[in-house]
């Protein structure tokens, strides 16, 4: 089976994430400790990579959810397989999600985090396909907006296969 055809590289997702961190950097300096709450699966990845492009002090959380009925895209019926373990009242939060597709991931995850009580809530996505939101969510830092294609690699699968790709490829119909 061939490699995926490269949609973003290596060398830009590296470039990206470190503006990103730069840019968290200062947007959150003065601003206490930063909980960084990545999305599992998918964003483990991009969340270790931007973690260790930041310059402030920052703690780093996971929570995990699952779609249901999901077949090419989520329904909007989300449920939580695992809240933050830490203690997030009163915390600046940032969510960080490899992609964006629909919406309905993140919108629900707002909400779950809101009844933490902290201070506030941002959002960062690697990936967003603005063409296939489905519900309004703000996200206030994005790596690369994208078209509607199924993609992989940097944390991103397709049927568990090819996360750990160092690129973001396309997926092709030989290959689903
Ligand atoms: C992906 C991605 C987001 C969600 C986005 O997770 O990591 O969490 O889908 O889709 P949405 O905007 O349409 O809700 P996925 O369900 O593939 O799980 P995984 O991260 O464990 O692979």
Redesign the pocket.
């Known amino acids: 089976m061939s490699l995926p055809p490269v949609l973003i590289s290596e060398e830009a997702i590296r470039d990206r994430v470190a503006e990103l961190g730069a840019q968290l950097s200062a947007d959150y300096a003065d601003k206490g400790n930063l909980v960084m709450i990545g999305?599992?699966?998918?964003?483990f990845i991009f969340l270790a990579d931007l973690a260790r492009r930041m310059s402030i002090p920052r703690t780093i959380e996971f929570i995990?959810?699952?779609?249901y009925g999901?077949g090419s895209?989520?329904t909007?019926a989300?449920r939580l397989v695992m809240d933050v373990r830490g203690n997030i009242e009163g915390r600046h939060v940032l969510i960080v999600?490899?992609?964006?597709?629909?919406?309905?991931?993140?919108k629900?995850l707002i909400g779950v985090l809101e009844a933490h009580r902290p201070a506030s809530i941002r959002t960062c996505a690697l990936l967003h396909?603005a063409e296939?939101a489905?519900v309004d969510v703000d996200i206030d830092y994005v790596g690369f907006g994208i078209a509607d294609e199924w993609v992989v690699g940097y944390?991103?699968?397709y049927a568990?296969r090819d996360?750990t790709l160092p690129y973001i490829g396309i997926v092709t119909p030989d290959d689903r």
């Open positions: 999305v599992l699966k998918g964003s995990a959810v699952s779609s999901r895209k989520s909007g989300v999600e490899d992609i964006v597709d629909t919406g309905h991931t993140l629900y396909k296939s489905e944390g991103l699968d568990e996360r």
